[in-house]
């Protein structure tokens, strides 16, 4: 090879990586960006930016060494310089789209520029060009970010949400590169992550140890008790030992009992803040726990009524746990209602609201002797027993907790009437789904 082509071949990649600068740089500023936020490990941002930079530099075209290129560029109006800056544009964009968490780019003006699908997701009402203070209205937020234009590093925030849900959400501002602007590439950069799964997580470990501990001293107790009787004094008595035996069967299983509601409870308690997805008939599901319950009425001698509506009543819902909320309704008003009578499962369309608006209902009734008014505002806390006249009290007392957490996940609402004597109603309202989300 001559020489003059060696000089040549230096000049030519000289010029690429010229023409490439400022993409290389984009790219180097945002992965740092990410990696600081906290967004990407460090080795994945490293690798990330190399990734990047070869397929940008590789991709890169010259005025020297691609005459054609500039031709073909010439007869669509757009001079090679445009269709770099589209190319660097286009780069930064797919990077935002491959972060995992939720991420938008803003302009000087702290305008949406871009964002990623996880973006969406909490926000679904984001748009481009919409001013950050529209997508968010938390005062913190609009704070950092103003805070974020002089600060010389990332600034980070934690956001709080209280309705329709408590929720808590990490953001972190960074600013790319200096104060200048530089128009097509972002001013700010402002990355999401909701903390809501992993607080709901701990608290859930919390109250999972303590509840389990309390409602399980009094079981383990009983059966420590039998075992020595067993062991000492009843030995050689075998009706003593069929007796306790009995009994301890009876508290093992109301362990199990226990430890079942709890973990549902916490599943419940934990997935509050995330909006279900998939739809439910109502009809469906009222006929269905109907059929599974029956043997337990009749073992009751109690009647399970369905009243079903007549057309499909569909809602935005989880099948399973649409499914617990009835089998535990049922199953109270079985447990608390009279002996011999019924349980109504009834589906219906109802206008309810200011303005009234129609709504989804699903109301299970009995006719027991009813539950006093003091103890009504109190029914749906943990382990709280109101004390009625039934015929067992073997429950958890945790049923009507798991009843409120999933409705409160499915965006409803829980009511609760009763008369004395008369018997108790319990009531769900959802957002009917309309024909055509369906």
Known sequence: ????????????????????????????????????????????????????????????????????????????????????????????????????????????????????????????????????????????????????????????????????????????????????????????????????????????????????SHELRTPLASLRGFVETLQGPARDDPEARDRFLAIMSSQANRMTRLIDDLLSLSRAEMRVHLPPRGIVDLNDVASYVAQALDPVAAASKARIVVTKSEEPVRIRGDRDEIVQVIQNLVHNAIKYGREGGNVEIAVSRVLDGSPPQPRALVAVADDGPGIAPEHLPRLTERFYRAGQGGREKSGTGLGLAIVKHIVLRHRGEFRITSTLGKGSTFSVLFDELSPAGA
Request: cysteine-free; proline content about 4%.
């Open 1 to 212: 090879m001559s020489l003059e082509r060696i000089l040549a071949a230096v000049g030519a990649l000289r010029r690429r990586l010229r023409s490439r600068a400022r993409t290389l740089v984009v790219i180097a500023l945002f992965f740092t960006s990410a990696w600081l936020a906290g967004a990407l490990a460090g080795w994945l941002a490293a690798a990330g930016a190399l990734m990047m930079a070869m397929v940008a530099a590789g991709r890169g075209t010259t005025d020297a060494d691609d005459e054609p290129a500039r031709s073909v560029s010439a007869e669509h109006g757009r001079s090679p310089s445009s269709k770099g800056q589209q190319r660097e544009a286009d780069s930064w964009r797919l990077l935002l789209d491959a972060v995992p968490d939720a991420v938008v780019a803003l302009d000087h003006n702290f305008n949406i520029m871009h964002f990623n699908a996880r973006l969406e997701e909490l926000f679904p009402k984001a748009r481009i060009g919409q001013p950050l203070s529209q997508l968010s209205r938390h005062p913190e937020l609009n704070a950092a970010v103003d805070a974020a234009v002089t600060a010389s590093q990332r600034i980070v925030v934690d956001l709080y949400e209280r309705v329709p849900v408590e929720r808590r959400i990490s953001a972190s501002i960074s600013r790319i590169g200096g104060r200048e602007i530089r128009r097509g590439v972002p001013f700010l950069i402002v990355s999401f992550r909701d903390l809501t799964e992993q607080d709901k997580l701990a608290q859930m470990r919390a109250d999972f140890i303590a509840n389990a």
